[in-house]
């Protein structure tokens, strides 16, 4: 709840007025029953019609008085909210994506997803509802006794009493809701965790006749979660009843003891009991809707720790601008690497590389064996690594992730399309980059045939993570993307493994003409890619194995030899 | 050009809002009988709530003629009391009593009978449903339109059930009373309605804005997350920062509009509530005078016109929310009425020999792009055919004709001679194994992912299977071994072993045909070589099916089909292709060329 305020903080001048107006909003409505116990004592009794008149106006007034606060309360409370929502998300958004992409991976995806979107929404509607709840039943609670106490200080006091036994009988049956809260939402994931799986892997569910084992699984897993969310919404659906129960308690309290006291004391009237029985029900309903803003407390406090948990994450990255044009030699001395703050086992060890401009390196190796790990310390991905790294002699740790970035251009493994038309997606690699220069990328990455085989060319549209395009063809987006950036190093992450050998060789053909003099690193698994490059690493669990070219390898590099062999049948014919 | 006008006027018209709160009412069959309780239980509650207002007004003339002289008999007020608290506590009871009932019964029906409803339909969906529909638009379907359902089901019902016999309860009441009083009370009732039916239709606009615009920030969110390393490596933070700015600015201005808009309401209904009050105050207030009704009764009026307000404010939410609930309603049903996969017109059974035949098939994803033309081919039973080809060819169209994941357009496929859409699915399904490019592991044990295509297998089985396929090394080597659980992000499992697993997995499964769409194009090259053996092994005896970008995993089929642009360009055995110097020849030779 704190922590929820302290996002309120900037908006402290609407909170404050939507509070007031809560407040005025509140005192009207109790007054009604006053100015009506009046009515009864001076108007009903001494047959004054006149003054019931003069009282109903004033009722009225304070009834159009009461909506006019309502509305401009809800105004205010509104803006608030959007406000609010508004600068939250672009927190949280701004901030995940400051992020280093360790730090990412370790928060998962996913989470940061539902803490982005749905969790905000979530406090979005508790936030517009907290002031209503901070105000009027302080305000309702406090004005009621005050009033009472103006006829007798007993009615009083079984009214002050009212209220914190309500509280405490909610706070009792609510005790349980938290971990059932929690139990509920992981279930939720689970379950559309296997409805996902469902989905992507439904040929291989289909082939195995699995489909109605896969759907036993889900429904389990939705059983359990509605379990734990119906429970909880028994519960807080009982409090109300429960709640008005207690009030309606003392409101027969209220009844018995001001029969007595009304014969004992002489300034009591029947009116003022009429008028307390009245409070009751409005400090009731007030306390109804704090419960129920009560009873999702544990909620809030879950989904605040989950926001805050992003929020207090230390900036990752600097996001400062640099113009440092780099020539692109990279070197690394001794490096090693492991995850997760260095304390896992080292999935890098003793790597050395020397690339320069202009170079074609190719890196080889199977799955598991680095490569990818390489590349991406080459892009300054990750923190806790040991050994010497440096580009142009200078130290990474001299460097900003901009200077790093903005002189290195990668495709990466895993192709990215985004929602938008080919062009967007390729112009992500420079935004200001000419139709012209669009095209020739195009042309490179061999998608030509592609873009031109729709009408809309360049501005087809890509749905959301290329659904409509096949893995070849989001790769070869990726590629168009990652050289129509003006860099001087081309990383290219097992960029080709989706395209046939005929595409892959017009493409480097192209590649090698519009990226002359810059340099390419061909990260790949297959043999017939890395014989094209100048000098190619061979990779092999973490270590580089060996380092030469193409026939220098086939000569001293048995693992290289070895993948030669099995990919290109090994008749030792090298085409020239 | 006018059957499909309409066409798609009736498919308006099944999904139009008189319709689908029918079926929705329909729906709910399963449980009247909860229902029906529920409503017994809803009147005698409302029975026992309008009966104390009653004994309070009682209460109250005893107070009121004392202050005007007459005396208290003590006996009278306890007995008022005691039964006072009767009611209450009867009608605290009844209230528990309903929410039970409603969260237990009607919640539960909805909220997991739906879900399993979809879950069982997804088991029904043709592949192509699957592949046209974005992952998360199935899972907001159930989760969010189906929650949205089940809350708004929950006040509708609650409302029908419980307010509008409440609210008829009272006006007896008041009535009985006095009409003029009760006439001042319940004249405002359908303004009151009304008003706020208007606004919440009035609000329902500026909320479809605001789940729209809602939309597009959840799927930009998603996008930016998922593609992360990109925005990272492209430096494309400020882009994106921009873009979510924009699409929050748009946020704002509808969740602040929609915000008021449903704010509204409230304020209006206590306004018209608090006239009525005013009303009785004032008409209460001249008959009292004239001795015509007395001082509790005007109580009673009074308490029993509050009791009015909770109804009516459910029923103008209700109103607000028929619409929301209809549009999700909608989307749920969109998605069970779906149409299915058509079911086999008799049940023959394939003989099991594995002869296949294509004859004349043509087939489109997209009917103004055909993809497979025309395409004539002949398997005997035993043989190794490879598909070769660019990117995009329609490869991978081949083995989803032959699983039946899409039924051609025109044209046959015979297994043994039997057209397959004459076979059961699933019978069709267990002639084959597959491994396909992209792994497909489900979050659970090692072991289940391996025995997911013979429930019965064995231990030995397992392991066997995970030998042959080379990992049963790695798997032993994992802290949990057969048992470790896989999970979405498995960042232990490479994808290379990863394909290994579904590797072995179609090894267990033991069937007599075999689909190999690059099976391999993870695993590194020395299990490569290893798996290679196996794979032979496996493929002995067996019609089996091959994609692979490795030519040399291929070089010793029985047919190599090269297919371009959908058809079969050139066909024959390594030799003979390579002799043609053909299309097949190029492809092979490319991947021996050095480019300088």
């Known amino acids: ?31 009604m029953p006053f100015v009506m116990s009046n009515i009864i004592e001076f108007g009903i009794r001494q047959e004054d019609m006149a ?50 992409v360790e730090k990412f991976g370790k928060v998962g995806t996913g989470s940061l997803i539902t803490r982005t979107t749905e969790d905000i929404s979530w406090l979005e509607e508790i936030a517009g509802q907290l002031p209503y709840v901070v105000v009027t039943v302080p305000v309702m609670f406090v004005g009621g006794v005050v009033l009472s106490m103006l006829y007798d200080y007993v009615l009083a006091l079984i009214l002050l009493a009212v209220s914190p036994l309500i509280l405490l009988v909610i706070a009792l049956i609510t005790k349980g809701m938290e971990k059932r809260w929690q139990r509920g939402e992981l279930y939720t994931d689970i379950q559309n965790k296997i409805i996902r799986e469902r989905l992507s892997g439904i040929r291989v569910i289909r082939a195995f006749e699995k489909d109605s084992y896969e759907h036993a699984r889900s429904s389990k897993a939705t059983r359990v979660m509605c379990n734990c969310f119906v429970r909880n919404n028994t519960i807080s659906g009982i409090i109300t009843p429960l709640g008005t129960l207690l009030l309606n308690i003392a409101t027969v309290a209220i009844i018995y003891v001001g029969s007595r006291r009304l014969q004992t004391i002489s300034w009591l009237d029947a009116a003022d009991i009429i008028a307390t029985i009245q409070y009751i029900a409005l400090i009731g309903n007030a306390i109804m809707i704090m419960a129920w803003t009560i009873a999702f407390v544990p909620r809030i406090k879950i989904t605040m720790q989950r926001i805050d948990e992003v929020a207090n994450l230390a900036y990752g990255e600097q996001q400062e601008q640099s113009d440092r044009q780099l020539n692109g030699d990279i070197k690394f001395e001794h490096v090693n690497f492991a995850y997760g703050d260095g304390k896992g086992e080292d999935v890098l060890t003793d790597i050395n590389i020397d690339i320069r401009k202009g170079d074609v390196v190719g890196i080889i190796g199977g799955t598991g064996s680095g490569k990818t790990t390489l590349v991406k310390l080459i892009m300054n991905f990750y923190e806790n690594v040991r050994g010497n790294r440096t580009l142009d002699s200078v130290d990474y740790s001299e460097l900003t992730q901009a200077d790093v970035r903005n002189n290195i251009a990668i495709a990466l493994q895993k192709s990215m399309i985004f929602e938008g038309t080919v062009e967007e ?49 989001k790769q070869r987006v990726n590629i168009a993307r990652s050289i129509i950036k003006d860099a001087s190093v081309y990383i290219f992450d097992d960029s080709f493994s989706a395209l046939d050998y005929l595409t892959e060789r017009n493409l480097r053909r192209k590649l090698n003409v519009y990226l002359k003099d810059k340099t390419q690193i061909i ?18 669990e973490g270590k580089i194995v060996g380092c030469g070219t193409h026939k220098q390898l086939l000569k001293d590099c048995s693992v290289y030899k070895e993948i030669y062999d099995s990919q290109l049948g090994g008749d030792g014919n090298v085409g020239e | 050009m006018s059957a499909s006008k309409t066409k798609t006027k009736r498919i308006k018209d099944q999904y139009s809002t008189r319709r689908t709160v029918l079926r929705l009412v329909k729906d709910l069959k399963p449980i009247a009988w909860a229902l029906l309780l529920t409503a017994i239980v809803c009147g005698g509650n409302v029975a026992l709530s309008v009966i104390a207002p009653n004994y309070v007004g009682e209460i109250s003339d005893i107070l009121y003629a004392y202050s005007k002289g007459t005396p208290i008999v003590e006996k009278q007020v306890i007995e008022l009391c005691i039964k006072l608290l009767i009611a209450y506590a009867g009608t605290a009871v009844l209230s528990m009593l309903t929410v039970v009932l409603m969260t237990n019964v009607t919640s539960r029906y909805y909220t997991y009978g739906m879900r399993v409803r979809i879950s069982d339909k997804l088991q029904r969906l043709p592949i192509a449903f699957v592949d046209g529909t974005p992952k998360g638009e199935v899972i907001s379907r159930m989760m969010n339109d189906v929650s949205n359902m089940s809350t708004t089901i929950h006040v509708i019902i609650e409302l029908f059930i419980s307010g509008i016999i409440k609210l008829v309860v009272i006006v007896v009441m008041l009535v009985m009373i006095n009409v003029w009083l009760a006439l001042a009370v319940t004249v405002l009732i359908p303004f009151s309605i009304l008003l706020s039916a208007y606004i919440a239709s009035k609000s329902e606009k500026y909320w479809k804005k605001y789940r729209a615009v809602n939309g597009k920030l959840y799927s930009f969110v998603e996008e930016d997350y998922t593609g992360f390393d990109t925005v990272k490596a492209f430096n494309l933070e400020q882009r994106q920062s921009k873009i979510n700015e924009q699409i929050l600015q748009e946020y704002g201005k509808q969740i602040q509009k929609s915000w008021w808009m449903s704010g509204i309401v409230q304020p209006i209904v206590a306004l018209t509530n608090n006239i009525a009050y005013v009303a009785v105050c004032l008409i209460g207030g001249y008959f009292a005078i004239s001795n015509i009704v007395s001082v509790g009764e005007i109580v009673e009026v009074i308490l029993l016109a509050k009791m009015m307000a909770a109804p009516l404010e459910s029923i103008a939410n209700g109103m607000g929310s028929i619409n929301r609930t209809v549009a999700c309603a909608n989307r749920v049903y969109k ?48 043989q190794k055919v490879a598909i070769v080809g660019p990117t995009g060819g329609g490869k991978t169209t081949i083995v989803n004709l032959l699983m039946r994941f899409y039924d051609v357009d025109s044209g046959k496929i015979l297994i043994d001679g039997v057209d397959i859409t004459q076979i059961d699915r699933n019978k069709l399904r267990r002639q084959f194994a597959m491994v396909l490019q992209d792994t497909w592991l489900f979050s659970g044990s090692v072991y289940d992912n391996i025995a997911y295509g013979k429930a019965d297998a064995t231990k030995e089985e397992v392991e066997q299977a995970a030998k042959k396929a080379h990992i049963d090394h790695f798997i032993r080597s994992l802290p949990q071994g057969y048992d470790t659980e896989i999970s979405e992000d498995a960042g232990n499992i490479s994808s290379g072993q990863k394909q290994l697993l579904t590797i072995a997995r179609a090894y267990l499964a033991d069937r007599k045909m075999l689909i190999l769409d690059e099976a391999t194009s993870n695993v590194d090259t020395r299990t490569e070589l290893l798996i290679q053996r196996m794979m032979d092994e496996l493929m002995q005896g067996r019609t089996s099916f091959v994609i692979a970008h490795r030519l040399s995993t291929i070089v010793n089929a029985d047919i190599i089909l090269v297919i371009n642009n959908g058809s079969i360009v050139e066909q024959g055995t390594h030799e003979q292709l390579l002799k043609l110097d053909g299309f097949y020849a190029e492809i092979y030779n490319s991947q021996y060329e050095l480019l300088k």
């Open chain 1, 1 to 31: 709840m704190l922590r929820l305020v302290k996002y309120l903080a900037p908006y402290k001048g609407t909170v404050f007025a939507v509070m007031l107006m809560y407040a005025l909003s509140a005192v009207c409505s109790l007054l």
């Open chain 1, 51 to 100: 003054y019931i008149w003069w009282m109903c106006g004033a009722m009225m007034g304070l009834a159009l008085l009461s909506m006019t606060f309502a509305l401009i309360t809800n105004y205010l409370n509104s803006v608030m909210v959007s406000k609010l929502s508004v600068t939250m998300r672009k927190q949280v958004f701004e901030k995940v994506n400051s992020l280093d």
């Open chain 1, 425 to 473: 997606n390729i112009k992500m690699g420079n935004k200001d980059a000419t139709e012209q220069q669009v095209m020739n990328a195009v042309d490179v990455a061999q998608l030509k045939q592609f873009v031109e085989s729709h009408e809309e060319g360049l501005q087809y549209k890509l749905i959301q993570a290329g659904g409509n395009l096949s893995g070849g063809q």
């Open chain 1, 523 to 540: 990260v790949t698994q297959r043999a017939a890619t890395a014989m094209r490059c100048d000098k190619v690493y061979v990779m092999d």
């Open chain 2, 335 to 382: 998605v069970l009425d779906s149409a299915e996969m058509p079911l086999a017109t008799s049940e023959e059974q394939p003989l099991g020999k594995g002869d296949v035949e294509f004859v004349n098939v043509n087939f489109a994803y997209d009917k103004d792009k055909p993809l497979i033309k025309n395409l004539n081919l002949s398997v005997k039973a035993g």
